[in-house]
């Protein structure tokens, strides 16, 4: 037990003395893949700007919330650029997984009704559903969503969504320093849970990249 506790004492400390730089690289690396290809789905992006948050009211640091948040907000945008690019080059040959539980016909067929009804609100809604928010690019190119309008309400939908998610972490790491032992305490719980996800996640990928493709053939153009 008292190894276990010194664990993770050990690694609480390492998250909590990260440098700035280290939270950037990797924030800004998970936002872009999460908004820009399909191994986003599995990874845990809310959660991770949530503890960097966090880390960095650890570091007592509110001016580096805002600069990070521009930066994910950059990542994000980026993001959703590749995943159109990708979804519009795909076209009617966008793939699903037969037998996915995360990349499904289903799903796609229902984000591109989605677009239809809605379009630019759909779009800015899409960044706060994590599975939506990956396949959201993705299926606008593929159905041929108006680039423009696509790239506004994504922009309008980051600058919201990367803020408020950070902020909440840096708020809530303020509230957690008035307690001597919950930061740290808080800090490794997240950490832990962050790896595991994300170690999971890969896995996903791995078993859902190895089944058979079908082809989802109901995307014509949006009007």
């Known amino acids: 037990m008292i190894w276990a506790s010194d664990s993770l004492a050990m690694r609480s400390d390492l998250l909590s003395n990260a440098g700035p730089m280290v939270v950037w690289l990797i924030v800004m690396t998970f936002v872009f893949l999460e908004c820009a290809l399909i191994i986003g789905l599995f990874l845990p992006g809310d959660s991770l700007l949530i503890t960097a948050g966090i880390v960095l009211a650890a570091h007592h640091a509110p001016q580096q919330v805002w600069t990070l948040a521009l930066g994910a907000m950059i990542a994000a945008i980026a993001g959703n650029q590749v995943g159109y690019v ?5 076209g009617s040959h966008l793939t ?4 996915s539980k995360y990349l499904t016909a289903e799903r796609l067929i229902r984000i591109k009704h989605m677009l239809e009804r809605h379009g630019f609100i759909a779009v800015m809604v899409s960044r706060w559903i994590p599975w939506v928010r990956t396949l959201c690019p993705m299926v606008a190119g593929a159905a041929k969503m108006d680039h423009r309008m696509f ?21 809530s790491g303020e509230f957690l320093e008035q307690v001597e032992w919950l930061m740290p305490t808080v800090l490794a719980g997240m950490f832990a849970v962050l790896v595991v996800a994300t170690v999971l996640g890969i896995r996903h990928y791995a078993q859902e990249m190895r089944k058979e493709t079908e082809e989802v053939d109901e995307f014509e153009a949006l009007d």
């Open 86 to 90: 990708i979804g519009r080059r795909a």
């Open 96 to 99: 699903a997984r037969k037998g």
């Open 151 to 171: 790239t506004v309400a994504s922009t309008v939908g980051a600058i919201v969504w990367a803020p408020v998610l950070l902020l909440l972490g840096f708020y």
